[in-house]
């Protein structure tokens, strides 16, 4: 089965800097790849995806980078703010199979000091 | 739209109780995810449904762990005989077609 693995598990930034989250991933079929944000005792909330069929994709102050040829992917948060603290989960999953299941990778927790 | 909704948002259960955790998906929705998240760990799928069909439970204990997703009312995740070790948070999810998830605010299991 597939098998994602995050990096790093904690990263602190200054107000303003920039933050680079990576995955890699293990099952080549893989062709979909989320990334969520969890607050404190909230619910996991969707931030950005990316296809197989792209190498990137940008919204605003977040954008994700996808390698194939490494089964690797990427999060960049630009212009931190403190509310971008968070924990951020990437995710792999292959919709074309029945299951199409995500699987998450461990977790970064995001401190933004102001 | 009300979203993904779960509850109850907080159970406490003694050891050797039941737990019923109750997820309704967004509107439109047919395709249901349990996920279990242990303090300060990522998400583990536990099991996929459809209405009236279990599609995936791989990631479900064997034992006294069981989901159902009936053609009327909301998907329903049983723990029978609860120990500690099943205190987390449960999270359900829905999507349209199987990717694209939407979370619920979680069930947070509590035994003592």
């Known amino acids: 089965g597939e098998n994602v693995e995050q990096h790093p598990s904690t990263l602190s930034v200054q107000e303003g800097d920039s933050a680079v989250i990576k995955c890699t991933y293990s099952?080549?079929?893989?062709?979909?790849f989320p990334w969520y944000k969890q607050e404190l005792g909230k619910r996991p909330q969707l931030i950005i995806d990316i296809r197989s069929n792209v190498g990137e994709k940008k919204d605003q102050r977040i954008a994700v980078t996808l390698n194939k040829t490494a089964k690797h992917f990427s999060l960049h948060i630009t212009e931190t703010q403190p509310e971008d603290s968070a924990v951020y989960f990437c995710?792999?999953?292959?919709?074309?199979?029945?299951?199409?299941?995500?699987?998450f990778g461990s977790g970064t927790q995001l401190t933004v000091l102001p | 739209n009300a979203g993904v909704m779960q509850n109850p948002r907080h159970l406490v259960r003694r050891r050797g109780q039941e737990a019923r955790l109750r997820c309704s998906p967004m509107?439109?929705?047919?395709?249901v995810y349990w996920y279990r998240q242990l303090p300060e760990e990522g998400l583990k799928f536990m099991v996929y449904l459809q209405k009236e069909n279990i599609i995936d439970e791989s990631g479900m204990p064997k034992e006294r762990f069981s989901a159902e997703f009936p053609k009327e009312g909301p998907s329903i995740l049983r723990i029978q005989q609860v120990v500690r070790g099943d205190s987390a948070a449960y999270f359900c999810?829905?999507?349209?077609?199987?990717?694209?998830?939407?979370f619920g605010s979680g069930t947070r299991l509590t035994v003592v």
């Open positions: 099952d080549s079929a893989s062709n979909y």
């Open positions: 995710a792999a999953s292959n919709p074309v199979s029945s299951a199409r299941q995500l699987t």
């Open positions: 509107k439109g929705h047919s395709h």
């Open positions: 999810a829905s999507s349209p077609a199987g990717d694209g998830y939407t």
